[in-house]
């Protein structure tokens, strides 16, 4: 009997399920017999279940409904553990020891009414630069007591059996990893069909922030940047102002924004709210990468001398998703402020903090020949 069941949905996605079925064989090494693997293909292609016959038995197919939650709830169903792990087929695990592999399926039996969460960073390239964005995100439950709800954006919810709902508010941090590959998502024809899917939501349901949220989302991903910044700036007009601390998604709109705003020479626009937010929201401040997207709009306003101090002070947070907002991008970005209005000394000390960041050893370079 597996000890944990790991469910995966593909859909016209064959060389990523090869890749994520590998890194889970790799991840788990002996304790691969420990747990069982359930593929679901919504596609309807031979090449994904010849795939999946290398690694698993069960293998299941069905055509796609148009609901997600109704596709993963039945994916959940056909395991033989009611310990599960959803993974998306473009999400690759990273190796778990022998010992880790103990306490999760220790902590999932001891936590049941809870969700656990992973350790996922999205990969990703932003003007020619490999960039990393980690979260914390709920992965791990007790099929007993949580389910997928929601047609486009699922999410896990709480079950409620004979009025009671067993299910809690708290969750577990898993010593698991894994690593999203985005770069697998510029392609017009699922770009067009996840696009067409958001649209089609909002038509039928009432216009929500979420909505919004979600579509602004999809166009930055692809990089449509004005779609971006219309559908983020609707979003955010939407989101009642009591609500905010509640909203959990709001971080990341705002800063969303913000970089479509910076591409398509809107900072002046987007430094306004940003200013706005700090005063009904002063816990943002808390956030490197809120303060580095600030220092961003102040140095394209030419707001130098704040924007220099902006940078400064985002190397001084903890809170960061993006790898080096906090540090050698911030620093960075602090050495070109002073490069550009002469401070050559002040540059240099900024570039030097940056490491092996290739774009300050150049600037130090570039100083070394003025």
């Avoid at 985005?182 to 069909?193: C, E, Y």
């Avoid at 902006?310 to 993006?322: E, P």
Wanted: glycine fraction near 4%.
């Amino acid at each position: 009997m597996p000890e944990l069941s790991i469910c995966i949905i593909t859909r016209n996605d064959a060389e990523c399920l090869k890749k994520c079925l590998c890194s889970i064989k790799d991840a788990f090494g002996k304790n691969y017999e420990r747990i069982e693997l359930v593929v679901m293909d919504i596609g309807l292609t031979a090449d994904a279940i010849l795939i999946a016959r290398n690694y698993t038995k069960k293998i299941y197919c069905t055509s796609f409904s148009g609901n997600f939650s109704t596709i993963k709830n039945f994916c959940i169903k056909k395991a033989s553990c009611d310990n599960i792990l959803f993974l998306n087929v473009n999400e690759y695990l990273k190796y778990i020891s022998d010992r880790d592999f103990d306490t999760l399926v220790k902590n999932i039996n001891t936590y049941r009414y809870s969700l656990g969460r992973i350790d996922l960073y999205t990969n990703y390239i932003e003007d020619n630069r490999r960039m990393q964005f980690p979260e914390k995100v709920p992965r791990i439950f007790n099929r007993n007591f949580y389910s997928f709800r929601g047609k486009s954006k699922e999410k896990l919810v709480a079950k409620t059996v004979d009025g009671k709902k067993y299910g809690t508010s708290a969750v577990w941090d898993a010593p698991l990893r894994a690593d999203l590959d985005s770069s697998g998502l510029i392609n017009p024809v699922r770009r067009f069909s996840m696009k067409r899917l958001l649209i089609v939501t909002v038509e039928r349901e009432p216009e929500t922030p979420l909505r919004y949220y979600e579509l602004g989302k999809t166009e930055y991903n692809f990089q449509k940047y004005l779609e971006a910044y219309k559908y983020m700036a609707r979003s955010i007009s939407l989101m009642p102002e009591k609500d905010y601390k509640k909203i959990d998604y709001l971080e990341d709109a705002l800063i969303t924004y913000c970089y479509s705003a910076l591409k398509i020479s809107k900072a002046a626009d987007a430094l306004d709210i940003v200013y706005d937010f700090e005063n009904v929201l002063p816990k943002i401040q808390e956030s490197a990468d809120f303060i580095f997207v600030k220092g961003l709009l102040l140095m394209n306003c030419t707001k130098f001398d704040e924007a220099t101090e902006t940078f400064v002070a985002a190397t001084k947070l903890k809170k960061t998703h993006v790898v080096g907002t906090n540090s050698f991008m911030a620093w960075h970005n602090a050495g070109v402020i002073c490069e550009v209005t002469g401070k050559y000394e002040e540059a240099a000390e900024y570039y030097k903090k940056c490491g092996d960041y290739t774009p300050a050893i150049e600037g130090l370079e570039r100083i070394k020949k003025s």
